[in-house]
């Protein structure tokens, strides 16, 4: 599986951004993909992640209910509808994806075998 995640910019605090995760591959549907993002100077942390077998969705405490995932089989995408974005959203955000991962690992970046290059999103105060 090849990802590529774009969509990414500036955007004023209060705005909204809407990223998109592209992938390769025809099992793509059964792949659960998830969202983590890095600051400068930061560890990579867990956005959101969506399942690939139920499509059950799972978010951080810091962005639930502002932060929307969802996929599209059909066009082998996910994405990362973002609103009300704080400053502190600032990062670079890569899509990662796996199979046969488990609920307790989903937020650990390390469960992940596949991952996009990243795309930076930068929230002005």
């Known amino acids: 599986v090849q990802l590529q995640a774009f969509g990414g910019g500036l955007v004023q605090a209060g705005g909204s951004l809407r990223l998109s995760c592209a992938a390769s591959?025809?099992?793509?549907?059964?792949?659960?993909v998830g969202w983590f993002r890095q600051a400068p100077g930061k560890e990579r942390e867990f956005v959101a992640v969506?399942?690939?077998?139920?499509?059950?969705?799972y978010y951080a405490d810091s962005v639930k209910g502002r932060f929307t995932i969802s996929r599209d089989n059909a066009k082998n995408a996910v994405y990362l509808q973002m609103n009300s974005l704080k400053p502190e959203d600032t990062a670079v955000y890569y899509c990662?994806?796996?199979?046969?991962?488990?609920?307790?690992?989903?937020?650990?970046?390390?469960?992940?075998?596949?991952w996009g290059q990243g795309t930076q999103v930068t929230v002005s105060s």
């Open positions: 990662a994806a796996a199979s046969g991962i488990i609920m307790s690992t989903m937020r650990l970046a390390s469960s992940y075998d596949y």
């Open positions: 591959g025809r099992t793509f549907r059964s792949y659960t």
């Open positions: 969506v399942r690939g077998s139920t499509s059950l969705t």
